[in-house]
T-cell receptor, first 113, second 118 residues
């Protein structure tokens, strides 16, 4: 158990819909990261937050957005969903953002039908 | 060009055999970090090891060992006396400071699927 929690574990929805994925970091970690894992793209970094502020952006689509709240939990919002958005979405956390170990949550498996 | 290359897509070994998973990375930074993660069939990503670019000492942890060679930009992972529970996808990853950003970003290789046959 990494100490990072993610909900829900599974999500099935239809194209065009919007979903919210939630992540709680390990106690004491200020950085939260979101990753997408798909068969064709592998593990892709989406976005990082540090203590409530956006720190870095990766290959995140404009239809996707995220935020980190004062209690440090984070949410990833995916809108106008397409079939290709079906993937495993991971949240990770680390103490800071300077190369420390990122500990990953169990992931949310999203299926868009 | 890929920043992290894991040339072996899939490997099968018989239980108790030793196996080495290769990882080659590419970076211009002098300060960077290398990682290995394990993804068992259940899907979670489990941290195995972190190495900084200034520490080339090899590391051993039980049946696991890692060989870091800056001269060849490689960070290979060896499992000794493999067991069925070692069956998983193993990812090598590079953490370097992203250009224009104030933080390090983690880039993963495509992974090596290891199957240990009883």
């Amino acid at each position: 158990d990494s100490g990072v929690t993610q909900t829900p574990k599974h999500l099935i929805t239809a194209t065009g819909q919007r979903v919210t994925l939630r992540c709680s970091p390990r106690s004491g970690d200020l950085s939260v990261y979101w990753y997408q894992q798909s068969l064709d793209q592998g593990l892709q970094f989406l976005i990082q937050y540090y203590n409530g502020e956006e720190r870095a952006k990766g290959n995140i689509l404009e239809r996707f957005s995220a935020q980190q709240f004062p209690d440090l939990h984070s949410e990833l919002n995916l809108s106008s969903l397409e079939l290709g958005d079906s993937a495993l979405y991971f949240c990770a956390s680390s103490v800071g953002g300077n190369g420390e170990t990122q500990y990953f949550g169990p992931g949310t498996r999203l299926l868009v039908l | 060009a890929q920043k992290v290359t894991q040339a072996q897509t899939e490997i099968s070994v018989v239980e108790k055999e030793d196996v080495t998973l290769d990882c080659v990375y590419e970076t211009r930074d002098t300060t960077y970090y290398l990682f290995w993660y394990k993804q068992p069939p259940s899907g979670e990503l489990v941290f195995l090891i972190r190495r900084n670019s200034f520490d080339e000492q090899n590391e051993i942890s039980g049946r696991y060992s890692w060989n870091f060679q800056k001269s060849t930009s490689s960070f290979n992972f060896t499992i000794t006396a493999s067991q069925v529970v070692d069956s998983a996808v193993y990812f090598c990853a590079l953490s370097e400071r992203a250009s224009g950003a104030g933080s390090y970003q983690l880039t993963f290789g495509k992974g090596t699927k290891l199957s240990v046959i009883p």
